[in-house]
């Protein structure tokens, strides 16, 4: 079963303006993370935010974490052709031997 | 390039028949993971490996098998397959076993089954 649940599941804005994604998830975590995945390609990182953390900056990303209402977001700012893609959260829930459990993904689409 | 390799990157067999998917992690990296991503199943997490010894399980088929090697080099074998193994199986690597991981994917190998 799936930890985190990403919403929408699809999202078309246009080129310039601002993606926002959210994730929400149903235990208690150790950290969250956001990862890419082109078409057919394989998932890149994009960043980490730690439990003990609210929000956390990388470029044009921008997550925050609010973990009473165990939730999560991905601001894109002004978005380009290029971020078109599908987006993941992931959860590493606290305990031994957790592991990464993925969402079912955003697809992102920006219209040039 | 993530640094992880994984070989084939696609394959194309029939029912009943077993294939082995390879993969070698980054270098330095101990931990070896396996993710299906299929349409209707999203992604899901199958096993890990860190350091020769598998670490954690997820719904992987009694179908299938991995294993990490001394090299760190790790397999994944699928038997039996069905219509229904059709999928992107994914391999991804990490420093650390667990705790603040960020996992490095490969490109996938891309298996259909026919």
């Known amino acids: 079963s799936q930890q985190g649940e990403e919403d929408p599941q699809a999202l078309s804005i246009q080129e310039g303006e601002n993606a926002t994604m959210n994730c929400s998830y149903k235990t208690s975590i150790n950290n969250l993370q956001w990862y890419r995945q082109n078409s057919g390609r394989g998932l890149v990182h994009l960043i980490l935010i730690r439990s003990n953390e609210r929000e956390k900056h990388s470029g044009r990303l921008r997550v925050t974490l609010d973990t009473s209402k165990k939730s999560s977001s991905l601001l894109i700012t002004a978005s380009r052709a290029a971020d078109t893609a599908s987006y993941f959260c992931?959860?590493?829930?606290?305990?031994?031997?957790?592991?990464?459990?993925f969402g079912k993904g955003i697809t992102l689409s920006v219209r040039p | 390039d993530s640094g992880v390799t994984q070989t084939p990157k696609h394959l194309i067999t029939a029912t009943g028949q077993r294939v082995t998917l390879r993969c070698s992690p980054r270098?330095?990296?101990?931990?070896v993971y396996w993710y299906q991503q299929s349409l209707d199943q999203g992604l899901q997490f199958l096993i890990q490996?860190?350091?020769?010894?598998?670490?954690a399980k997820g719904n992987i088929l009694e179908r299938f098998s991995a294993q990490q090697f001394p090299d760190l080099h790790s397999e994944l074998n699928l038997s039996s397959l069905e219509l229904g193994d059709s999928a992107l199986y994914f391999c991804?690597?990490?420093?650390?076993?667990?705790?603040?991981?960020?996992?490095?994917f490969g490109e996938g190998s891309w298996l259909t089954v026919v």
């Open positions: 490996y860190y350091n020769g010894e598998e670490r």
């Open positions: 270098s330095g990296d101990l931990s």
């Open positions: 991804a690597s990490s420093v650390m076993s667990t705790r603040g991981n960020t996992i490095y």
């Open positions: 992931a959860t590493e829930p606290t305990g031994a031997n957790s592991k990464l459990t």
